[in-house]
């Protein structure tokens, strides 16, 4: 039976507005400070509620307020470009690698100088020029229903598209950027064909046309529509933490498994953090990344999302902590990002909506 977890603090805190409130994908709010006032304006292409219980929290440690806009990396980073040195961003915010890694090479990012950071984060979620740090990852699995489904009938991502899978299998769609990244580590493991086998064969195994995010996923396996889909790990531990008792009993049928053990590992990517190259409050910025890599913030991202911290010495929920050990595919997350476009190729071809 999967163990609640207590994270009525951090929701209580998500659900409070800070005082600058945010923007969505319009990007028209007012970020310039006022007065004297200390602020820190993050661009991020996040969307969790733990980032803002995150961000009341260190705006109650150091008194600096923290102003979102909100978008996707693509546009956040065009922005950027765009305004130049008039840009208000201080701290670029992003949901996969090889979103950082085009940040970087679009050229709005500057190295982050801070040793307390680089002691934070492993070098292999680092950018190796300083560019970006990881600030947490995921892994990307195959939950199954367990009245339905033997664990030892599962095995690899590729399995998935055997014969005795059709019908069977609940995925996101191909504009989703974690399939799109997921099917960019196979294009880099296996090549363009095999990738495109794999996609065809999901295709024609699928229980129904791809809708809704992952959490839609989990509902549909409990609802029998289908008995195994591909998630993030994340999305399952929080709703075996959720208050809403539909998502907690959906969240009791459900097991989670980590494909590829034994062949080229689970596919692993990272939410990450850039300094905007022409940041007016450089200090500010550097405070608040230095918090979120820390082993308090890392401790409060880890229990209120179920990411997987970088930071080794945060706590972690004890379903989280189960999760920890597994063999993770060989591929630089980074790189990812110069297959997406091939990878969104391939979906269109495969029929994968």
């Given at each position: 039976m999967i163990k609640r977890v207590k994270s009525g603090v951090l929701l209580a805190a998500a659900a409070v507005l800070f005082v600058s409130g945010c923007s969505s994908g319009g990007l028209t709010r007012q970020e310039k400070p006022q007065g004297k006032r200390q602020v820190v304006n993050v661009f991020t292409a996040r969307h969790y509620e733990v980032d803002n219980a995150l961000y009341l929290e260190f705006a109650k440690r150091t008194g600096i307020q923290v102003n979102e806009v909100k978008g996707t990396a693509e546009e956040l980073?065009?922005?950027?470009?765009?305004?130049?040195?008039?840009s208000t961003?201080?701290?670029?915010?992003?949901?996969?690698?090889?979103?950082?890694?085009?940040?970087?090479?679009?050229?709005?990012?500057?190295?982050l100088s801070s040793e307390a950071l680089q002691r934070n984060v492993p070098a292999e979620w680092r950018d190796p020029d300083g560019y970006w740090a990881g600030i947490a990852t995921?892994?990307?699995?195959?939950?199954?229903?367990?009245?339905?489904?033997?664990?030892?009938?599962?095995?690899?991502?590729?399995?998935?598209?055997?014969?005795?899978?059709k019908g069977r299998v609940l995925v996101r769609s191909a504009s989703s950027l974690y399939n799109q990244s997921l099917l960019a580590s196979f294009i880099e493991l296996y090549g363009e064909r095999e990738a495109e086998k794999w996609a065809e064969?999901?295709?024609?195994?699928?229980?129904?046309?791809?809708?809704?995010?992952?959490?839609?996923?989990?509902?549909?396996?409990?609802?029998?529509?289908?008995d195994v889909a591909i998630m993030n790990t994340y999305y399952i531990g929080q709703m075996s933490a959720s208050k809403d008792p539909e998502?907690?009993?959906?969240?009791?049928?459900?097991?989670?498994?980590?494909?590829?053990?034994?062949?080229?590992?689970?596919?692993?990517?990272?939410?990450?953090?850039?300094?905007?190259?022409?940041?007016?409050?450089?200090?500010?910025?550097?405070?608040?990344?230095?918090?979120?890599?820390?082993?308090?913030?890392?401790t409060l991202?880890?229990?209120?999302?179920?990411?997987?911290?970088?930071?080794?010495?945060?706590?972690?929920?004890?379903?989280?902590?189960?999760?920890?050990?597994?063999?993770?595919?060989?591929?630089?997350?980074?790189?990812?990002?110069?297959?997406?476009?091939?990878?969104a190729e391939i979906f269109e071809r495969a029929g994968w909506k």
């Open positions: 980073v065009e922005r950027m470009k765009r305004e130049g040195e008039a961003a201080d701290l670029f915010v992003a949901v996969d690698g090889g979103a950082l890694d085009f940040a970087k090479q679009s050229g709005v990012l500057q190295p995921r892994s990307r699995v195959i939950v199954y229903a367990k009245d339905r489904v033997n664990p030892e009938e599962l095995s690899t991502y590729e399995d998935l598209t055997s014969e005795r899978w064969g999901i295709v024609r195994n699928l229980a129904r046309e791809p809708e809704g995010g992952d959490r839609a996923q989990a509902k549909a396996i409990a609802a029998k529509v289908g998502e907690l009993e959906i969240a009791e049928k459900l097991g989670v498994f980590f494909p590829n053990q034994t062949t080229t590992g689970t596919h692993v990517n990272i939410s990450g953090i850039g300094l905007a190259k022409h940041a007016p409050n450089k200090d500010n910025a550097l405070k608040l990344a230095e918090f979120l890599t820390g082993k308090e913030g890392q991202l880890a229990q209120g999302s179920y990411e997987f911290p970088v930071n080794g010495e945060a706590d972690m929920p004890g379903l989280l902590r189960s999760w920890q050990k597994f063999q993770r595919q060989p591929v630089d997350v980074a790189g990812l990002g110069r297959f997406h476009k091939r990878a």
